[in-house]
């Protein structure tokens, strides 16, 4: 497998048309005690570029996560972000330079309204006190930009779907990091209709143009449709990176087949 | 799928002219929990006020007796609801209540004057609500085993401080009317500490973190919300309430007693919390509702009294009560999951 084109770095024809490079991975290698998760990674996603990172349980996809959000250090190599190295003290320093990170849980509290929610922390406030019309404003705002539809900032997030959800705080994320996104699993437990709002909302982030977004993701078929280049991360080494318009389902799959049958 | 119920959706008022009369009430009573609980406490108050004992009830002294029960729990509630939100509970804030006056005695007694003795037995029922915060979430001990363990300690020290004698209070003049002597200071002191609390809760970042702190403990912290720091505030809130109506409520009194407060005193303002819609588990829950809880519990008991119901009788209807209205949340709950979205 290693003989697939495995230089990451390498400039590719669908590139062009992406904007400057927002963030950058050069050899970068993470071990705990005798197990190697990540070997010699390098990986880059440019503004405007939806970038798919595919991968088994165990490939090294989390480790990965958590180190460009700052969670964890790696051992050797480099971060850039828009090419300058940077070393990631904490998860709010990363988050500080724009990168942040949407889990599966999504971070949200069920008992509070949509815009409390998507201010959670950040609260707008004069003196002591919350100015929840502004904060309602702003929120429903932001919402529309990315067109994501619910009945009303001020209902509970508890009672929205699971696509909705993930949508606010997908929105939230972009409206304070709006650098560099990383979507975890945001596929995973849902419909294909709720999967499907999902899909058009990382499309329209990518027509902004200023947003560069890593899409971890299990399920091959809607990576291709969203993604504009895909790597494959495996037993923590990046194996194959091509524009999506460049591979298809069918080579991904006997990709990872292949590694069970070598397994 | 979002647009199915437009009529029912929270904060939608320009759809409200589509909205028939019963079906607003409908949706208002699922929006404000607290709403059911006022409507439960007017019914009760007309209840006791048109029976034939309904002269008696009606009359300024009895509205002051009403107030002697109500103030108490309410004010307590008003911090047992705020730890609920924060999912945590204060199984002690009876027992800071008794303890807190003869901590001032006990200062007042060693040659210190009146005002210094009483900030330093405020410092000290904080203290006691910092020590409840700090157990349960340094040690990440339940705040059930916690604050039963403290309600313990609080009880045995109240009789150790006072001989187990009733003591008379040291506060006189314009300091005893501020505190319990005037007749209806409780009920200024009560009112003024609900509407903080419910301000506090409604529009500052307090409210919204203790929410999130008891709603999802994990989503909170992972925004970066200081969990801990919101629930020890919030014991310490309540013992501050506590200790300070402790000394209110036994100033009017005139006698610092040490059988005064207790678990029932305790049990009486989670009660007023739960009956007024604030959910055990935490995340959500109202300081007025609280109140109104407060209120309702104190208007039977003062109703039963006059109408020669069996004192035994009040604890089964609280009893009741309790367990309809956690029935009742549980109950609204799922209406709003069905209608609400």
Known sequence: MSEEDTAADTPTAADSGFGAEALRVEGISKRFGPVTALRDINLHVRAGEVLGLLGDNGAGKSTLIKIITGFHRPDSGRILIDGQETALRSVAHARSLGIDTVYQDLALVDELPVYLNFFLNKELTLGPFLRHGEMKRRASAALDEVGINIPSVGAEVRALSGGQRQAIAVARAVNTAAKVLLLDEPLAAMGAREGGQILRLIDRLRERGDLAIILIAHNYSQVMDVCDRVNLLQHGEITFDRPSAETSVAELLELVHAEYRTA | ?341
């Open chain 2, 1 to 341: 799928m979002a647009q199915e119920t437009p009529q029912l959706v929270r904060g939608d008022e320009q759809r409200g002219s589509r909205t028939s009369v019963s079906r607003g009430l409908g949706s208002a009573l699922l929006r404000r929990r607290e709403l059911s609980i006022v409507l439960v406490t007017i019914a009760a108050a007309v209840y006791f006020s048109a029976g034939s004992y309904g002269s008696s009830f009606d009359t300024t002294n009895n509205y002051h007796i009403i107030m002697q029960y109500f103030a108490p729990w309410a004010i307590i509630a008003a911090g047992e609801s705020m730890l609920l939100i924060c999912g945590e509970i204060d199984l002690s804030a009876g027992f800071t209540y008794a303890f807190i006056p003869f901590v001032l005695t006990s200062f007042y007694n060693q040659g210190l004057d009146v005002p210094l003795s009483l900030v330093l037995a405020i410092l000290v029922a904080m203290g006691i609500g910092l020590v409840n915060g700090l157990i349960r979430t340094v040690f990440n001990l339940s705040s059930f085993i916690t604050t039963l363990g403290m309600g313990f300690f609080l009880e045995g020290m109240t009789y150790i401080q006072s001989g187990a004698e009733p003591q008379n209070p040291p506060i006189t003049g314009g300091l005893a009317d501020v505190l319990g002597g005037w007749r209806w200071s409780e009920l200024v002191w009560a009112l003024a500490i609900i509407v903080i609390m419910q301000i506090a809760l409604s529009y500052t970042k307090y409210g919204v973190y203790a929410q999130a702190a008891g709603g999802n403990p994990l989503s909170a912290a992972e925004s970066g919300i200081k969990v801990n720091v919101v629930k020890v505030s919030s014991f310490v809130l309540t013992s501050l309430f506590a200790g300070l109506i402790g000394i209110i409520d036994q100033v009017r009194v005139g006698s610092f007693d040490p059988t005064s407060g207790g678990s029932q005193m305790m049990f009486m303002a989670v009660a007023s919390a739960v009956i007024g819609g604030t959910a055990l588990l935490g995340g959500s829950g109202t300081v007025i509702g609280a109140m109104f809880g407060a209120l309702l519990l104190a208007i039977i008991q003062n109703g039963f009294t006059l109408s020669g119901v069996n004192a035994y009788a009040f604890d089964v209807v609280i009893g009741v009560a309790v367990v309809a209205a956690m029935l009742l949340n549980v109950y609204i709950s799922y209406l709003r999951r069905k209608y609400l979205r």
